[in-house]
């Protein structure tokens, strides 16, 4: 074995695979206990229990056209040459029905979404008679074309029935879902509850963002990122701002927090520095689970968990989960997506842990990345020019600081584990962070 090889094993020995490091984060893990909220509040959560109609829709047989309700056997044989000519009887509209049955030779006026009269087996459309030219007030429609018995009718129920299955437990709720359950009837559904996750920034060089650095001062991005990231997340959010490299600051900032969240999430502090003391926090508040992760960038990585009650004024009986994430903003990003992401979607109820669409691209130059460790490297996606596949370009350095390339990428490319290099056309997987095409 060479130098180069043993300094790697070495370097890797001890060191948890991504996937053996998730399976200990959501050991024992269930959805969150659901709750009832309004439907315009359950955008973008998990539905919880299913939802049924309770309404028949549409409750009555209704037109699907501006025109004239009528017998279709009255205007046999109907067109320009020949129209038949029909007496208007009422009007039926959209909350103002009818009150009138269709008698031989004779229609009513109709309006989309109105109910069908009584004895009307079809519907002309306006534009197949001269009622446009005649006006509203017109006694007489001539009627242009017969239609089929049953032209231009919605039935009733032909959307929804009493009792119909709308939505089952575990469907994301979209708008279009939303708008389904205010048509069948509900004001309200019963969704997941979000995870509550908490934000605490550590290091004696951070100011809050905003704030002028001052000497050896830099701004706090991980807090602003973090807490983004868990809103896209679907969690609800608390802020604990910046604790100092002490450990009682670290300590008394996270037992504040543990009474009232779910997760909480620290950056900076968790390697092997004299002034890392977010592992001993951990420790002190409950139990370390894992250190140190086999990913890049990300290898320190603490997990945790502590009870509710410890230092607060919770009853002791819910768990907190306590992520320790690097410094370092990259870092921060790529480990809260691989790892606090899935936690929170599975305490929200996806199914989809990761909720990320993954794409086979072409690296457009060769690259390289520590040996052992599962890579995560910032690129630009773009189609090729036969739009057949997409390629793969670094969007800048990928040191674990340099932010600016993270802003500019469309995924993370993934190396694995038993490749240091990969070659310019080399096929890698891509997770996608935003839509594709919204640059």
Do not use: C
Not at 136 to 146: F, H
Not at 174 to 200: E, F, I, K, N
Not at 239 to 254: H, K, N, Q
């Amino acid at each position: 074995m060479t130098a180069q090889a043993r300094a790697a094993t070495e370097e890797t020995a001890g060191l948890l695979s991504l996937e053996e490091a998730q399976a200990r984060m959501l050991a024992g893990l269930d959805p969150l206990p659901a709750e009832d909220v309004p439907l315009v509040e359950a955008l973008g959560r998990v539905l919880a229990a299913p939802v049924a109609s309770r309404l028949t829709l549409p409750p009555w047989d209704n037109s699907a056209m501006d025109g004239f309700a009528l017998r279709a056997a009255d205007v046999a044989g109907a067109s320009h040459d020949e129209p038949v000519r029909l007496r208007v009887i009422g009007e039926s509209a959209a909350g103002h029905p009818a009150r009138v049955e269709v008698q031989p030779g004779t229609a009513v006026r109709i309006l989309t979404g109105a109910p069908l009269p009584a004895a009307a087996d079809a519907v002309v459309p306006v534009e197949e008679t001269d009622g446009d030219d005649a006006g509203p007030a017109a006694d007489e429609v001539l009627v242009y074309r017969q239609p089929v018995p049953g032209a231009h009718i919605r039935r009733a129920g032909s959307d929804l029935r009493a009792g119909y299955p709308l939505i089952a437990p575990g469907a994301l709720l979209d708008s279009s879902a939303l708008a389904a359950s205010a048509a069948g009837g509900h004001a309200q559904v019963s969704v997941h509850r979000r995870p509550r996750l908490a934000v605490l920034a550590t290091g004696d060089e951070l100011v809050p963002a905003g704030a002028q650095p001052g000497e050896a001062q830099i701004p706090d991005s991980n807090s602003v990122g973090l807490l983004a990231q868990a809103v896209e997340a679907g969690a609800a959010i608390e802020a604990l701002g910046i604790a100092t490299d002490r450990l009682e600051d670290v300590l008394g900032r996270l037992r504040a927090a543990l009474a009232t969240v779910d997760v909480v999430v620290v950056s900076g502090g968790v390697s092997v520095g004299r002034h890392d003391v977010v592992k001993e926090a951990f420790e002190g508040l409950g139990r370390l689970e894992l250190w140190r992760v086999a990913v890049q960038p990300g290898k320190p990585l603490a997990f945790g968990r502590a009870a509710s009650g410890v230092g607060g004024d919770g009853d002791g009986g819910r768990e907190v989960l306590l992520f320790g994430l690097p410094g370092n903003p990259v870092s921060s990003f790529v480990t809260f997506e691989l790892f606090v992401r899935p936690v929170l979607r599975r305490l929200a109820g996806h199914v989809d842990l990761a909720g990320r669409l993954v794409v086979r691209a072409r690296l457009t130059e060769p690259v390289t990345k520590a040996a052992g460790r599962r890579a995560f490297l910032r690129v630009r996606l773009e189609r090729t020019d036969d739009d057949e596949q997409w390629l793969a370009r670094l969007a800048g350095g990928q040191g674990s600081h340099v932010l600016s390339a993270l802003a500019a990428a469309d995924g993370l490319a993934i190396v694995p584990e038993d490749r240091q290099t990969l070659e310019e056309g080399a096929s890698v997987e891509v997770i996608v962070l935003r839509q594709l095409g919204e640059r």
